[in-house]
């Protein structure tokens, strides 16, 4: 049997998303050696999705031998005990599976589990925009909000896995409908599939637009006449403020020094940043406060995820 040196050891870091599923051979340096993709069926449920990581681990495995697995879900993780406890319909039958249990089987090796956008914030401390932060706060603008902190290197859980879910912080009470529930949640303004939907509906209503010659609306396109149309200003401007208060009221809570947004609408670059850093001078702080924190976009794009897993696996070999 062919031998794995420290050296050349990997781990293999799984993303698990909505649409696709990637999975990276990653080294001890965050090397990512060989990554995979494939469409993740996660709306056929449970089983399908579960086939098509067998698949994936069956594949990598006979690549390169491999010591861990570090797998990122969305839903609410229980990172102890490896359970998905709670899952939106997105994936259906996902809230209950033993995932860690699951990895374990079809690898044969240890594995860990957590939420996602988590390790997307683990990622970016890593290799990316958070790289010596002492409290390192992100906010992933994807589907939905996600967010995650990480606290001397290590992520914040909360008691059960459910902490930092900023996306479902409530910005306006009584305002837009959410999938979890209630009214008014930062992710129905500013996720940008959120804005999209937004600028659809108003244009339902007959307001005018550049939008009304699109064919399909994207925030890019939100965002691109923010200065010289009405409602895509207000679009815009709705999700500026919404993640301005959120990250506002999350600086009084955790006093993190690094602030990292990531995402797809990163790609927007200055055009989301000087605003939304305008929208947070319009708080007052006091001067001797000033320059407390950075406020920066993700460096590692769609990596951060992968990355985070690896980080997460090899941890967990070094501390287990
Ligand atoms: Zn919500």
């Given at each position: 049997?062919?031998q794995t040196?420290?050296?050349?050891?990997?781990?293999?870091a799984?993303?698990?998303?909505?649409?696709n599923i990637?999975?990276g051979?990653?080294?001890?340096?965050g090397?990512?050696?060989?990554?995979?993709?494939?469409?993740?069926?996660a709306?056929?449920?449970r089983?399908a999705?579960?086939?098509?990581?067998?698949?994936?681990?069956?594949t990598?495995?006979?690549?390169?031998?491999?010591?861990?697995?570090g797998?990122?879900?969305?839903?609410?993780?229980?990172?102890?005990?490896g359970?998905?406890?709670?899952?939106?319909a997105?994936?259906?039958?996902?809230?209950?599976t033993?995932?860690?249990?699951?990895?374990?089987r079809?690898?044969?090796?240890?594995?860990?589990?957590?939420n996602?956008?988590?390790?997307?914030?683990?990622g970016?401390?890593?290799?990316?925009?958070?790289?010596?932060?002492?409290c390192?706060l992100s906010?992933?603008?994807?589907?939905?909000?996600?967010?995650?902190?990480?606290?001397?290197?290590?992520?914040?859980?909360?008691?059960?896995?459910?902490?930092?879910?900023?996306?479902h912080?409530i910005?306006?009470?009584?305002?837009?409908?959410?999938t979890?529930?209630?009214?008014?949640?930062?992710?129905?303004?500013?996720?940008?599939?959120?804005?999209?939907?937004?600028?659809?509906?108003?244009l339902?209503l007959?307001?005018?637009?550049?939008?009304?010659?699109?064919?399909a609306?994207?925030?890019?396109?939100?965002?691109?006449?923010?200065?010289t149309d009405?409602?895509?200003?207000?679009?815009?401007?709705?999700?500026?403020?919404?993640?301005?208060?959120?990250?506002?009221?999350?600086?009084?809570?955790?006093?993190?020094?690094?602030?990292v947004?990531?995402?797809?609408?990163?790609?927007?670059?200055?055009?989301?940043?000087?605003?939304?850093?305008?929208?947070?001078?319009?708080?007052?702080?006091?001067?001797?406060?000033?320059?407390?924190?950075?406020?920066?976009?993700?460096?590692?794009?769609?990596?951060?995820?992968?990355l985070?897993?690896?980080?997460?696996?090899?941890?967990?070999?070094?501390?287990?």
């Amino acid at each position: 049997m062919k031998q794995t040196s420290k050296k050349t050891a990997c781990v293999l870091a799984i993303d698990i998303g909505g649409t696709n599923i990637k999975a990276g051979l990653v080294d001890r340096a965050g090397v990512i050696r060989h990554m995979l993709h494939r469409p993740s069926h996660a709306a056929r449920g449970r089983k399908a999705l579960l086939a098509v990581l067998a698949e994936v681990i069956a594949t990598q495995t006979r690549r390169m031998p491999i010591v861990a697995v570090g797998c990122g879900s969305p839903g609410t993780i229980n990172h102890a005990t490896g359970m998905v406890t709670y899952m939106q319909a997105h994936i259906p039958g996902w809230t209950g599976t033993l995932l860690r249990q699951e990895l374990e089987r079809m690898a044969g090796v240890p594995a860990t589990v957590d939420n996602d956008v988590n390790l997307v914030a683990l990622g970016e401390h890593w290799k990316g925009a958070g790289r010596g932060a002492r409290c390192q706060l992100s906010l992933a603008l994807g589907t939905g909000l996600g967010g995650g902190l990480i606290v001397d290197g290590r992520i914040f859980h909360g008691a059960g896995g459910r902490a930092t879910e900023f996306g479902h912080m409530i910005v306006r009470p009584g305002g837009e409908p959410c999938t979890c529930g209630n009214f008014g949640c930062v992710e129905q303004y500013a996720a940008p599939g959120a804005m999209a939907r937004r600028a659809a509906y108003y244009l339902t209503l007959g307001i005018p637009s550049v939008l009304a010659h699109c064919t399909a609306i994207s925030a890019a396109d939100i965002i691109k006449h923010a200065a010289t149309d009405h409602l895509c200003r207000q679009i815009f401007n709705d999700a500026i403020d919404g993640l301005a208060l959120v990250i506002w009221n999350l600086l009084q809570a955790l006093d993190p020094d690094v602030i990292v947004i990531g995402g797809g609408l990163v790609k927007a670059g200055p055009a989301l940043l000087t605003p939304l850093r305008a929208a947070l001078a319009t708080y007052y702080s006091p001067p001797e406060l000033a320059g407390r924190f950075t406020l920066k976009l993700s460096t590692l794009g769609d990596d951060a995820g992968i990355l985070g897993a690896a980080r997460m696996a090899w941890d967990w070999l070094e501390h287990a």
